[in-house]
């Protein structure tokens, strides 16, 4: 809910357009603002977390590795690909990798927080 708000916001706030036509062949009708792109927050969110988590859950090496390379690529690939269907510019995108980590950054930190708290170790468990 934060960085959905704060993604909103921010769109508010600079009221950046989105790309027409006239510059790229969109693949959809996409409304709203442009900055920061939120589906690349969102990626970055989720499988960025999940990218962090597999050394702490994870024992099997080839399964981790295998895990946090799937996150890395669906991060990356969910960039390109709001650049390609026209949705976002490319500074939109890299907007939406900044904001994300520095959300990210912080949801790791209180994660941490509240398991030393618990007193967890956080070792693998799979």
């Known amino acids: 809910l ?4 704060s993604s909103y916001l921010l769109k508010l706030l600079i009221e950046r357009p989105r790309p027409s036509e006239a510059f790229v062949t969109e693949s959809g009708d996409f409304g709203g603002f442009s900055f920061p792109s939120g589906h690349v927050l969102g990626a970055v ?10 050394p702490h859950v994870l024992r099997n090496r080839s399964l981790r590795i295998g ?8 991060i990356v690939l969910t960039g390109l690909q709001r650049v390609y269907a026209g949705a976002h510019w490319p500074s939109d995108v890299v907007g939406g990798y900044l904001w994300g980590l520095l959300f990210l950054a912080i949801v790791i930190w209180a994660y941490e927080l509240a398991e030393r708290r618990r007193g967890s170790d956080l070792t693998p468990a799979i």
């Open 67 to 74: 895990t946090q390379a799937v996150a890395a690529l669906v």
């Open 45 to 54: 969110l989720l499988w960025g977390f999940g990218f962090y988590a597999a």
């Open 2 to 5: 934060i960085t959905s708000g």
